[in-house]
């Protein structure tokens, strides 16, 4: 690495797409106030115009919690006035070309000023529309590039995927590219642009038929879903990323290319200070429903590793990587982000903590009264959950359903209350069963390298620690990430 990160960030115009996104909000607010003197940054984001973009940009992102700490260290004047110098919000929209900008002239200073491209933008929904999946993670990641492609001083098009485009399989999973087509599945070849008619073709058909616009979104869901197990991933989430990545890789040209595949992303670790999250992200749903005391049992193997990395530690090596290829011609390179080889954390160890927390410092509810949780009970295969469900809830609930319509004012909360509570474990199964159960490992070699490269540039003052092995999760978890969900996502 010729240069360390603060250096290379001096004087650069970078493009940074789904700003309004949580990881994307974290990188923006770690370039501004460690290196104040970057040059430029163009914001996509989605908006009618100008005024709707900056409008966005102040609510969302510079006037959140996330920023307390350039406020007080700046102040709230001298920090809008970074703001204005150095961030040009744009309205657009990757999954259109030329990314939606319709300013032709704001085109074209992008085009002749922009030295770096990350690509955060993405739906990450694991069920998402099969028509919005493929416009922003597949066709949208190809836009990208497209535009990159134009970028006169273009140095590097850093495209940020995920880490389980590697589907459901067992073992250690390499950093290696996809190839144009390949399936997981062995047995059925992908066709991307197949992919794009089927669905332009379905979303036609039942747009001339009398459904309304749920059962339509509800087709494309599923219609996602099925295509993305035909081809043998679990959801269309993966799927559309994975194709995202073939594309990219395919039409690259000469054009550095770094793909960052980030694990479960959680809450920054240390920067701009410890435990800021914003949403519900993986693992948090589960936390939040076992807090609240609605997850009673869950689909689990105790042993399972949950490859967990707190976001700051994505920025960081997000930055290393473009610090240690922009320039470098004609390259793809692979980056595993996450902890799974290093410092891996088991569900079994998640469940142990959520629990002490919980039992320490129970939840509150509506009523005043602590949420007192039991440790539940954890099932490792779906067999065994599917019988429990049937035999611990289901039969008692028909019988409770059968009173409430003999005798509707005896027990409708109750059967109302453990008709929620079941369908939300069901849900979360049905939406993270891939998950619970991966027995994948993600091999970290080309990570583990940038950071001894780091190491010996002596970048050693913790700005850009990506270092798993830094993390102790019984500590990270009790005292940062869950009171972190507490306080930003909860607001208790």
Same mark, same amino acid.
């Given at each position: 690495?010729?240069?360390?990160?603060?250096?290379?960030?001096?004087?650069?115009?970078?493009?940074?797409?789904?700003?309004?996104?949580?990881?994307?909000?974290?990188?923006?607010?770690?370039?501004?106030?460690?290196?104040?003197?970057?040059?430029?940054?163009?914001?996509?984001?989605?908006?009618?115009?100008?005024?709707?973009?900056?409008?966005?940009?102040?609510?969302?992102?510079?006037? =959140? +919690? /996330?920023?307390?700490? !350039?406020?007080?260290?700046?102040?709230? %004047?001298?920090?809008?006035?970074?703001?204005? #110098?150095?961030?040009?919000p744009v309205p657009g929209d990757i999954s259109i070309h030329n990314l939606g900008v319709k300013d032709s002239d704001l085109l074209q200073r992008m085009?002749?000023?922009?030295?770096?491209?990350?690509?955060?933008?993405?739906?990450?929904?694991?069920?998402?529309?099969?028509?919005?999946?493929?416009?922003?993670?597949?066709?949208?990641?190809?836009?990208?590039?497209?535009?990159?492609?134009?970028?006169?001083?273009?140095?590097?098009?850093?495209?940020?995927?995920?880490?389980?485009?590697?589907?459901?399989?067992?073992?250690?999973?390499?950093?290696?590219?996809?190839?144009?087509?390949?399936?997981?599945?062995?047995?059925?070849?992908?066709? =991307? +642009? /197949?992919?794009?008619? !089927?669905?332009?073709?379905?979303?036609? %058909?039942?747009?001339?038929?009398?459904?309304? #616009?749920?059962?339509?979104?509800?087709?494309?869901?599923?219609?996602?879903?099925?295509?993305?197990?035909?081809?043998?991933?679990?959801?269309?989430?993966?799927?559309?990323?994975?194709?995202?990545?073939?594309?990219?890789?395919?039409?690259?040209?000469?054009?550095p290319l770094v793909i960052v595949r980030p694990t479960m992303i959680t809450s920054t670790l240390a920067e701009p200070f410890p435990g800021w999250i914003?949403?519900?992200?993986?693992?948090?749903?589960?936390?939040?429903?076992?807090?609240?005391?609605?997850?009673?049992?869950?689909?689990?193997?105790?042993?399972?590793?949950?490859?967990?990395?707190?976001?700051?530690?994505?920025?960081?090596?997000?930055?290393?990587?473009?610090?240690?290829?922009?320039?470098?011609?004609?390259?793809?390179?692979?980056?595993?982000?996450?902890?799974?080889?290093?410092?891996?954390?088991?569900?079994?160890?998640?469940?142990?903590?959520?629990?002490?927390?919980?039992?320490?410092?129970?939840?509150?509810?509506?009523?005043?009264?602590?949420?007192?949780?039991?440790?539940?009970?954890?099932?490792?295969?779906?067999?065994?959950?599917?019988?429990?469900?049937?035999?611990?809830?289901?039969?008692?609930?028909?019988?409770?359903?059968?009173?409430?319509?003999?005798?509707?004012?005896?027990?409708?909360?109750?059967?109302?209350?453990?008709?929620?509570?079941?369908?939300?474990?069901?849900?979360?199964?049905?939406?993270?069963q891939p998950y619970l159960l991966f027995k994948g490992i993600f091999d970290d070699l080309n990570t583990e390298r940038l950071r001894r490269r780091r190491?010996?540039?002596?970048?050693?003052?913790?700005?850009?620690?990506?270092?798993?092995?830094?993390?102790?999760?019984?500590?990270?978890?009790?005292?940062?990430?869950?009171?972190?969900?507490?306080?930003?996502?909860?607001?208790?």
């Amino acid at each position: 690495m010729e240069s360390n990160c603060v250096q290379f960030l001096g004087n650069k115009t970078i493009l940074i797409t789904g700003a309004p996104g949580f990881l994307a909000k974290v990188l923006v607010e770690k370039i501004l106030r460690l290196q104040p003197n970057v040059k430029k940054m163009y914001l996509l984001l989605r908006a009618a115009d100008t005024k709707a973009a900056m409008q966005r940009l102040r609510s969302e992102v510079v006037e =959140i +919690n /996330l920023f307390k700490v !350039l406020r007080n260290d700046l102040g709230e %004047e001298n920090l809008n006035d970074l703001v204005r #110098e150095k961030i040009v919000p744009v309205p657009g929209d990757i999954s259109i070309h030329n990314l939606g900008v319709k300013d032709s002239d704001l085109l074209q200073r992008m085009c002749s000023e922009i030295d770096i491209i990350i690509n955060i933008a993405a739906t990450t929904n694991f069920d998402e529309r099969y028509d919005i999946g493929l416009g922003i993670n597949t066709f949208g990641a190809l836009n990208v590039l497209n535009f990159a492609k134009k970028c006169v001083k273009g140095q590097l098009l850093l495209h940020v995927s995920t880490a389980y485009v590697c589907g459901e399989n067992s073992g250690l999973f390499l950093e290696k590219p996809f190839t144009m087509g390949q399936t997981l599945s062995g047995d059925t070849k992908l066709d =991307i +642009n /197949l992919e794009f008619e !089927l669905m332009k073709q379905k979303l036609k %058909e039942l747009q001339h038929q009398d459904f309304s #616009e749920q059962e339509i979104s509800q087709s494309m869901k599923d219609l996602g879903m099925a295509r993305a197990k035909v081809h043998g991933w679990p959801n269309t989430y993966v799927f559309t990323k994975a194709m995202g990545e073939m594309l990219v890789g395919k039409y690259r040209e000469n054009l550095p290319l770094v793909i960052v595949r980030p694990t479960m992303i959680t809450s920054t670790l240390a920067e701009p200070f410890p435990g800021w999250i914003e949403g519900l992200r993986t693992i948090d749903s589960v936390i939040v429903a076992y807090g609240k005391g609605r997850l009673k049992c869950f689909l689990a193997d105790p042993n399972t590793v949950f490859d967990l990395i707190p976001a700051d530690m994505v920025v960081n090596a997000m930055i290393a990587t473009a610090t240690a290829h922009s320039g470098e011609t004609g390259i793809q390179t692979i980056y595993h982000v996450g902890s799974s080889f290093q410092n891996p954390v088991t569900f079994g160890q998640l469940h142990e903590t959520a629990a002490r927390y919980f039992t320490k410092k129970p939840l509150v509810a509506r009523n005043g009264s602590p949420i007192i949780v039991t440790k539940g009970t954890l099932l490792s295969t779906m067999g065994q959950f599917s019988l429990y469900i049937t035999l611990r809830y289901k039969l008692p609930l028909l019988i409770l359903r059968l009173m409430n319509i003999i005798y509707p004012w005896s027990q409708g909360d109750k059967y109302n209350d453990d008709s929620r509570k079941i369908k939300l474990a069901m849900r979360l199964v049905d939406l993270y069963q891939p998950y619970l159960l991966f027995k994948g490992i993600f091999d970290d070699l080309n990570t583990e390298r940038l950071r001894r490269r780091r190491q010996s540039i002596k970048e050693l003052d913790g700005s850009f620690e990506f270092d798993p092995k830094s993390i102790n999760w019984d500590d990270y978890m009790e005292n940062t990430h869950i009171p972190g969900l507490i306080t930003h996502v909860l607001k208790q």
